[in-house]
């Protein structure tokens, strides 16, 4: 699931690594070289909503300069009241957490570069 994270981080261009790698094994299969398929993540069935809040949300996050920023609950508030996402207590407390988890693992992989 972190690695999964990554992939689909967007970056200034608007793609993420797995638009690049999908893109690429297209142009292989077109090329008619067989390629593994990109493991997808294993969203727990009935969170997929949550998933996809949790990376629109991510999107738009701030920096430091230096950092991304965490999302906060005012964030999380001003997403929920534009897009009508009906987001209630426990969905709010899970993002925050996926956010941690995703802070966590960008901060590790700098560790360990």
Not at 88 to 110: H, N, S
């Amino acid at each position: 699931m972190r690695q999964t994270l990554v992939l689909d981080l967007k970056d200034d261009t608007g793609f993420s690594q797995r638009d690049r790698i999908l893109a690429a094994q297209e142009q292989a299969e077109r090329n008619g070289r067989s390629v593994k398929p990109l493991p997808e993540p294993e969203i727990p069935e009935g969170y997929e909503r949550l998933w996809n809040h949790f990376w629109e949300l991510s999107r738009a996050r701030g920096n430091s300069g230096f950092d991304l920023m965490p999302l906060s609950y005012g964030d999380i508030a001003d997403y929920d009241r534009l897009m009508a996402a009906g987001l209630g207590p426990f969905d709010v407390t899970a993002i925050r957490r996926m956010d941690e988890a995703f802070l966590g693992y960008l901060k590790e992989q700098r560790g360990n570069n």
